[in-house]
T-cell receptor, first 113, second 116 residues
Framework: EPEVTQTPSHQVTQMGQEVILRCVPISNHLYFYWYRQILGQKVEFLVSFYNNEISEKSEIFDDQFSVERPDGSNFTLKIRSTKLEDSAMYFC???????????FGPGTRLLVL | AQTVTQSQPEMSVQEAETVTLSCTYDTSENNYYLFWYKQPPSRQMILVIRQEAYKQQNATENRFSVNFQKAAKSFSLKISDSQLGDTAMYFCAFMKLSGGGNKLTFGTGTQLKVEL
């Protein structure tokens, strides 16, 4: 069964460093998402991406964040200058059509020191 | 904006028993989906069940079923014949249907523990 994959599974970085989290959505899916989950809290929406542009973003998704689909298969989330409070689990999800179900990747656990 | 409320932070159930997890939501939308996702200790998000708001029939998926009350904006999950592998955090989620976006709005979760 096709699945969403994410790399790396864990990343440790120093405050102020740039990180890029990578996702490979299911191949025939058209809508892509990033969510984050701070430890012990609920899952929060960051951004949605469709037709090579952002379709919606949350208040969390400020100028430090950007997304890209560089090659038609990967979907990346970049954090330009990480803060301690960016430490969280980051989930990628994809959706084939807007009437279907989002499938999640296994997540990237980011720790900012 | 949509909100999703899960009022039970923790629940426990004996193996083979039945347990019901509660979820309420608030929305002015008429066309939406509701989901239950399971998050085991690995923290993977796993879809349990989906309910389309336009369907009156409650969704079922093997041992999992929902009680969807649209007027009351209530969406509970019933797990029958609970198994140790059901131990996980369970999140209720709302998704409005639109041409783009379609973000999920999650509740705060219920930690379910299945005991011997």
């Amino acid at each position: 069964e096709p699945e969403v994959t994410q790399t790396p599974s864990h990343q440790v970085t120093q405050m102020g460093q740039e990180v890029i989290l990578r996702c490979v959505p299911i191949s025939n899916h058209l809508y892509f998402y990033w969510y984050r989950q701070i430890l012990g809290q609920k899952v929060e929406f960051l951004v949605s991406f469709y037709n090579n542009e952002i379709s919606e973003k949350s208040e969390i998704f400020d100028d430090q964040f950007s997304v890209e689909r560089p090659d038609g298969s990967n979907f990346t989330l970049k954090i330009r200058s990480t803060k301690l409070e960016d430490s969280a689990m980051y989930f990628c999800a994809s959706l084939r059509t807007y009437q279907e179900t989002q499938y999640f990747g296994p997540g990237t656990r980011l720790l900012v020191l | 904006a949509q909100t999703v409320t899960q009022s039970q932070p923790e629940m426990s159930v004996q193996e083979a028993e039945t347990v019901t997890l509660s979820c309420t939501y608030d929305t002015s939308e008429n066309n939406y989906y509701l989901f239950w996702y399971k998050q085991p200790p690995s923290r993977q998000m796993i879809l349990v069940i989906r309910q389309e708001a336009y369907k009156q029939q409650n969704a079922t998926e093997n041992r999992f079923s929902v009680n969807f009350q649209k007027a009351a904006k209530s969406f509970s999950l019933k797990i029958s014949d609970s198994q140790l592998g059901d131990t996980a955090m369970y999140f209720c989620a709302f998704m409005k249907l639109s041409g783009g976006g379609n973000k999920l709005t999650f509740g705060t979760g219920t930690q379910l523990k299945v005991e011997l």
